[in-house]
């Protein structure tokens, strides 16, 4: 039962134009997202992330924006650039004592120069 | 600034075999978690560990332990290797108690693979 989806597996942008990659979970007890950012044969490098009482949040190109009566997220990047080409994975957590991430599946952006 | 270290790297095991992963959280960091991440998949949460006191399980193998040591750094302990159990393997840390504890930061990984 995948709590956190991302249902496109890839896009791809141009450079200097915006990068919108979505994601969509189910379980309405989450209070916490987070987005990564994952090169081949490297660990998630966390970019941003969102309490559940927010509904946006910015920082440089990067901005959150999360919409709890959809259950729907989503991580705006402007300008995007050929750099930022790497699989970005959605995570959520749950309120309360536990900690853990539930991931999305990805979607692999691509900027094309 | 110092990350999460992991090691070793990459690790190549016989079916039946044992293996210990480990892992060094970011400096004063006390919180460790362990995700398996299998080829084409999203990472999936195994255990972790706060002050050395398991805080939370997901879907770990009977076959698997972990522990957390006095001086916060964790080990991922795989006996009977399966084939299926080839993956990446990555420690995320975090620091308990702040407005940060949410933000998980992961080291590099270890890649197994079971032959």
């Known amino acids: 039962d995948q709590q956190v989806k991302q249902n496109s597996p890839s896009l791809s942008v141009q450079e200097g134009r915006i990068s919108i990659l979505n994601c969509d979970y189910t379980n309405s007890m989450f209070d916490y997202f987070l987005w990564y950012k994952k090169y081949p044969a490297e660990g998630p490098t966390f970019l941003i992330s969102i309490s559940s009482i927010k509904d946006k949040n910015e920082d440089g190109r990067f901005t959150v924006f999360l919409n709890k009566s959809a259950k729907h997220l989503s991580l705006h990047i402007v300008p995007s650039q050929p750099g930022d080409s790497a699989v970005y994975f959605c995570a959520a957590k749950r309120g309360g004592a536990t900690n853990k991430l539930i991931f999305g599946t990805g979607t692999l952006l691509a900027v094309q120069p | 600034a110092a990350g999460v270290i992991q090691s070793p790297r990459h690790l190549i095991k016989e079916k039946r075999e044992t293996a210990t992963l480990k892992c060094y959280p970011i400096p004063r960091h006390d919180t460790v978690y362990w995700y398996q991440q299998g080829p084409g998949q999203d990472p999936q949460f195994l255990i972790s560990?706060?002050?050395?006191?398991?805080?939370d399980k997901g879907s770990i193998p009977d076959r698997f332990s972990a522990q957390q040591f006095s001086d916060y750094h964790s080990e991922l302990n795989m006996s009977s290797l399966e084939l299926g159990d080839s993956a990446l393997y990555f420690c995320a840390s975090s620091l308990a108690g702040t407005p940060l504890y949410n933000e998980q930061f992961f080291g590099p990984g270890t890649r197994l693979t079971v032959l």
């Open positions: 560990f706060y002050e050395k006191m398991q805080s």
